[in-house]
């Protein structure tokens, strides 16, 4: 039987970043996927000359580790930066208004009434919270103030991340603002001294794509030589062999098994709980208590002349207490000009996510119903759109809730005796593209430290020089 240094099951973005990370390490890698294409949640296609993202649209980086990445996978030709003008707004008294991006504008914004703004002052003086658990409304309250809550966190919350600010757990979900309190004691001062430490190595914050939208940095990665690329491979059992691991999976009735070494679940955390099944029910009950929340993507196209607003910015995001369905809006015409045909616009909408998740199981004229009120009210659109489309995720994104670092910590205690096996997906590390190539990064040098122990052959030190983001990352 063949045996395989690392195999990577589950060929999205987090087991693909991970595999190109394994293979410049020069260990032999091989990423099964079950679907008969990669990416996972991540496509691309087109529609009437429209250019839709069914998942992830767009990267958002502050790291410089990302750079490295960037060019180690070829993609700095194809990354294509958002246009400047990339302010967000949310929606306040039936307005939308621009959300504040610095702590100066937090005291001129009229999302926040005056006691508000005042009460910001106090904020340096309020001691360091203990709870690890402790909600993102429970940091916010205590650190800002409850109107921050519901006017500014909730709406980024149940938007981008799908998820209840009332359960989000704070440590796991905020991970760089709750650090600036454990470390500095305050939000405010912590992020002033942080910048002045940073200042002139900081990485520059950007926003980016690339040519032909998010699918060209899951077939960049896919094409690469340095790792093979099975699709249409079902992992449905592991076994514990001498030297590793035995993985079988199933391709239209036939089985095709495989020993390795080190074998990365990059699945979600529901089918990593039934593989591990038999070899740990503890770990396999651990992670099926992690949720995930539905949520539909409502692309629409229009003639630009039939949209009032000027769509001077990235889209808006919307308080539970709006008066709409959606979650929010992105004017991604607006921030990548390839992406709608000439005099036209691409407004795409969210459904769904944890705060009302029966509204992503509509159909798709159901969709539309949802999404239009809020279009010709807020936009001014008038009539259809010329274009509609509907991506449905039953269960798009984990939901880091109650206490979630408990729940990964056990697990992480438990798999020390399944020796070579790891975990990659998006329910750790944090689920955006920015945070998924971070993660992998760091776990190949967890999962290189691993194989040196295995098998005596791999050098730590040989390694990470010849994986150049992570060499400069230490
Ligand atoms: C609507 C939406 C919008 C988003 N927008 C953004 C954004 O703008 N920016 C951003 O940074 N992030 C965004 N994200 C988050 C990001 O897209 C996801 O976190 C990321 O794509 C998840 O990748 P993954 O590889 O962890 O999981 P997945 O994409 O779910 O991949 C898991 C893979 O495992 C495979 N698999 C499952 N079972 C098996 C098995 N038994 N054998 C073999 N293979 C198996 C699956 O087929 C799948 O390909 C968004 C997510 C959603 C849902």
Redesign the pocket.
């Given at each position: 039987m063949s045996e395989l240094d690392a195999l990577v099951?589950?060929?999205?973005?987090?087991?693909l970043v991970l595999a190109h990370y394994l293979a410049e390490t020069g260990l032999a890698v091989e990423v099964?996927?079950?679907?008969g294409r990669?990416?996972?949640?991540?496509k691309t296609i087109s529609k009437q000359g429209y250019r839709l993202d069914n998942?992830?649209?767009?990267?958002?980086n502050f790291q410089r580790e990302l750079d490295g990445f960037i060019d180690s996978a070829s993609l700095t030709a194809s990354k294509r930066g958002r246009s400047s003008n990339n302010q967000r707004y949310i929606l306040h008294a039936g307005r939308l208004q621009p959300a504040p991006a610095s702590i100066g504008s937090l005291f001129n914004t009229p999302l926040l009434s005056t006691r508000a703004k005042l009460r910001l002052l106090a904020e340096p003086l309020i001691i360091r919270g203990t709870d690890p658990h402790e909600s993102v409304a429970d940091f916010v309250t205590r650190r800002l103030g409850q109107e921050f809550v519901s006017k500014v966190f909730e709406p980024y919350l149940s938007g981008?991340l799908a998820s209840d600010v009332e359960r989000a757990e704070a440590w796991s979900t905020m991970p760089r603002l709750t650090a600036l309190e454990q470390r500095y004691g305050s939000l405010a001062l912590g992020a002033l001294l942080r910048r002045l430490k940073r200042r002139g190595t900081a990485a520059r914050p950007e926003v980016f794509s690339f040519a032909g939208g998010m699918q060209t940095l899951i077939e960049s990665l896919a094409e690469r030589r340095g790792f093979a690329v099975r699709t249409g491979?079902?992992?449905?059992e592991l076994r514990r062999v001498k030297k590793g691991w035995n993985v079988r999976?199933e391709n239209d009735g036939v089985t095709t098994s495989l020993n390795c070494r080190q074998l990365v679940l990059?699945?979600?955390a529901y089918?990593a709980a039934s593989?591990l099944q038999i070899l740990d029910p503890e770990i396999s009950r651990l992670l099926k208590t992690i949720d995930y929340a539905p949520?539909s993507?409502v692309h629409t196209g229009f003639e630009r002349a039939r949209i009032n607003h000027p769509l001077d910015g990235s889209g808006f995001l919307l308080p539970a207490n709006g008066g709409y369905l959606p979650n929010g809006c992105l004017w991604i015409s607006s921030q990548f000009s390839d992406r709608a045909p000439t005099d036209r616009v691409l407004l795409t909408s969210?459904l769904g996510g944890a705060r009302n998740p029966t509204a992503a199981n509509c159909c798709e004229n159901r969709c539309l119903h949802a999404v239009m009120p809020m279009l010709r009210e807020l936009l001014g659109a008038r009539g259809d759109p010329e274009m509609l489309h509907v991506a449905r995720?039953r269960r798009?994104?984990p939901l880091y809730h109650d206490d979630y670092s408990r729940r990964l910590a056990a697990i992480g205690e438990r798999l020390e005796f399944l020796p070579g096996v790891h975990l990659g997906?998006?329910y750790i590390g944090g689920?955006?593209?920015?945070d998924?190539i971070l993660y992998a990064n760091r776990l190949t040098a967890r999962i290189l430290h691993r194989h040196k122990q295995m098998s005596g052959t791999a050098d730590l030190e040989t390694a990470f020089e010849l994986v150049p983001a992570m060499a400069a990352a230490r």
């Open positions: 099951v589950g060929g999205g973005v987090s087991g099964w996927e079950r679907d990669v990416g996972g949640k991540i998942a992830a649209s767009m990267v958002m981008p491979m079902a992992v449905v999976a990059c699945t979600p089918t593989l949520v993507v969210y995720h798009a994104l997906a998006n689920v955006s593209i920015r998924r």
